[in-house]
C-alpha cells in the first residue's frame, strides 16, 4: 500500500485524485503544515524540501521501496507505474507533460502567490493583490483558449494535465476569479469535478 504524506492543498489533492483514479490501495499520513509538521526529520526522510506531498511506494523501481516528493514527478511516477492517464509515447504524451509543466511553473505558484496577498499577509498589499490576481486572470486566460474545442487540457484524453490544473481552479473564488468569465474552463471544471475519483480525492486528507 503506498504511503500519501499530504495535507489539505492543491498540491496534496493532486495526488490523492491520482491515487483514487488509479484505483491504487493507500493511506493517508497527514502532514499539518500549520503546525510546521513538514520540518519533522521523518518527513525530511522523504521530502528533503519540507513540502508536500510525498509518496513512499514499498513496491517501487525493481520491487523494492522508493520515496519521491513534488507533486508533478509523483503523478508521472503513477502514471508510468499504472500505464493510466498519460500516454506512453508520442505528441500525446508531450502535450499533457507540457500542460503540467504549465501548472507546475505558473498556475499553481501565482495562484498561490494571489492566496497569501488576499489571504495571508499581515498587512494589505494593493501591488501585490493587484499584480498576482491580474496575473491569475491572464493564466485563466490561457487555459480558456487551451479549452476551447477539445474537452481535456492536453486533448481528448482525461490526463494527469487535468488532475493537475484542477485543484487549483476548485480555490477559484480564494483568487477572485469568476469562472463565468471563462466559459471553457467552467464547462471543463464542471466536468471534472463530477468525477467520483475526484470527489473522493478533493476530500484527502478530510478537512473542512
Not at 492517464?85 to 509543466?101: C, E, H, I, K, N
Not at 493587484?130 to 487551451?146: F, I, M, N, P, T
Not at 481528448?156 to 488532475?163: K, L, N, S
Request: hydrophobic share 40%; glycine share 8%; with cysteine.
Amino acid at each position: 500500500m503506498i504511503e500519501l504524506h499530504t495535507w489539505g492543498t492543491p498540491n496534496g489533492r493532486k495526488i490523492s485524485i491520482m491515487l483514487e483514479e488509479c484505483g491504487l490501495p493507500y493511506s493517508v499520513h497527514k502532514v499539518d503544515i500549520s503546525k510546521g509538521e513538514q520540518h519533522k526529520p521523518e518527513f525530511l526522510r522523504i521530502s528533503p524540501n519540507n513540502r508536500i506531498p510525498a509518496i513512499v511506494d514499498p513496491d517501487g523501481p525493481g520491487g523494492k521501496p522508493y520515496s519521491l516528493f513534488e507533486s508533478g514527478a509523483i503523478l508521472i511516477y503513477l502514471a508510468d507505474k499504472t500505464q493510466k492517464f498519460l500516454p506512453a509515447t508520442g505528441v500525446a504524451r508531450y502535450d499533457a507533460l507540457q500542460w503540467l509543466m504549465w501548472q507546475m511553473g505558473g498556475f499553481g505558484p501565482m495562484l498561490g502567490q494571489a492566496h497569501h496577498f488576499l489571504r495571508a499577509a499581515p498587512s494589505k498589499i494593493e501591488y501585490g493583490i493587484k499584480r498576482y490576481v491580474d496575473e491569475a486572470k491572464r493564466l485563466y486566460g490561457v487555459l480558456d483558449r487551451q479549452l476551447a474545442g477539445k474537452p481535456f487540457v492536453a486533448g481528448e484524453e482525461y490526463t494527469i494535465a487535468d488532475m493537475s490544473i484542477f485543484p487549483w481552479a476548485a480555490r477559484h473564488e480564494w483568487h477572485t476569479v469568476n469562472l463565468a468569465e471563462f466559459p471553457n474552463v467552467k464547462r471543463w471544471y464542471d466536468i471534472v469535478n463530477a468525477r467520483p475519483a475526484v470527489t473522493k480525492g478533493m476530500a484527502v486528507p478530510y478537512l473542512n
